[in-house]
T-cell receptor, first 113, second 114 residues
Framework: EAQVTQNPRYLITVTGKKLTVTCSQN?????MSWYRQDPGLGLRQIYY???????DKGDVPEGYKVSRKEKRNFPLILESPSPNQTSLYFC????????????FGPGTRLTVT | GEDVEQSLFLSVREGDSSVINCTYT??????LYWYKQEPGAGLQLLTY?????DMKQDQRLTVLLNKKDKHLSLRIADTQTGDSAIYFC??????????????FGQGTILTVHP
């Protein structure tokens, strides 16, 4: 089954404790992206990657890091989480060209206390 | 950069039509999308329209595009309680330098009353 998986689905952590949210897709997609969803703000792009070893900042990259060492995986790293990073995070992937349906993961709800 | 705006709430009665509106700023957007998010789930593509089209119909869904005004709408005919969800408008930047990037609106929460 074609899908995007994220882990963990729920995470409660404390300020400053490094964490990683994993994302994996099995569709051989070139393009992967991380979004955060906040009430009234919709989805805002954090980082995206157009291919292996190619990553770029989205609209709200501060406080986040990503890596793309393999095509299928695109982890999101919070080196020193802060309460303003409490949000719902979505990973998405797509072919990255033309008419381009983005496939979304189920989301990771992160709470930073 | 691109800016996409939507109204935040819409409430309708079951069986009525729903119209969700969206405006965008980048006239070079090639495709415009509507995504649906059900409670506790990720986003799923509902429909899309190519920028050289005015209208697209897909069963109960009708998408209207006014490219001059940069206005997009989604009409859901015979709205059902199962249509209650958040609907996101999104525009691509394929005409610009950020290939594959989508900019999303804030989302419209559609509530359907029996």
């Amino acid at each position: 089954e074609a899908q995007v998986t994220q882990n963990p689905r729920y995470l409660i952590t404390v300020t400053g404790k490094k964490l990683t949210v994993t994302c994996s897709q099995n569709m051989n997609h070139e393009y992967m992206s991380w979004y955060r969803q906040d009430p009234g703000l919709g989805l805002r792009q954090i980082y995206y990657s157009m291919n292996v070893e190619v990553t770029d900042k989205g609209d709200v990259p501060e406080g986040y890091k990503v890596s793309r060492k393999e095509k299928r995986n695109f982890p999101l790293i919070l080196e020193s989480p802060s309460p303003n990073q409490t949000s719902l995070y979505f990973c998405a992937s797509s072919l990255g060209q033309g008419l381009d349906e983005q496939y979304f993961g189920p989301g990771t709800r992160l709470t930073v206390t | 950069g691109e800016d996409v705006e939507q109204s935040l709430f819409l409430s309708v009665r079951e069986g009525d039509s729903s119209v969700i509106n969206c405006t965008y700023t980048d006239s070079s957007s090639t495709y415009l999308y509507w995504y649906k998010q059900e409670p506790g789930a990720g986003l799923q593509l509902l429909t899309y329209i190519f920028s050289n089209m005015d209208m697209k119909q897909d069963q109960r869904l009708t998408v209207l595009l006014n490219k001059k005004d940069k206005h997009l709408s989604l009409r859901i005919a015979d709205t059902q309680t199962g249509d209650s969800a958040i609907y996101f408008c999104a525009a691509d930047n394929a005409g610009g330098t950020s290939y594959g990037k989508l900019t999303f609106g804030q989302g419209t929460i559609l509530t359907v009353h029996p």
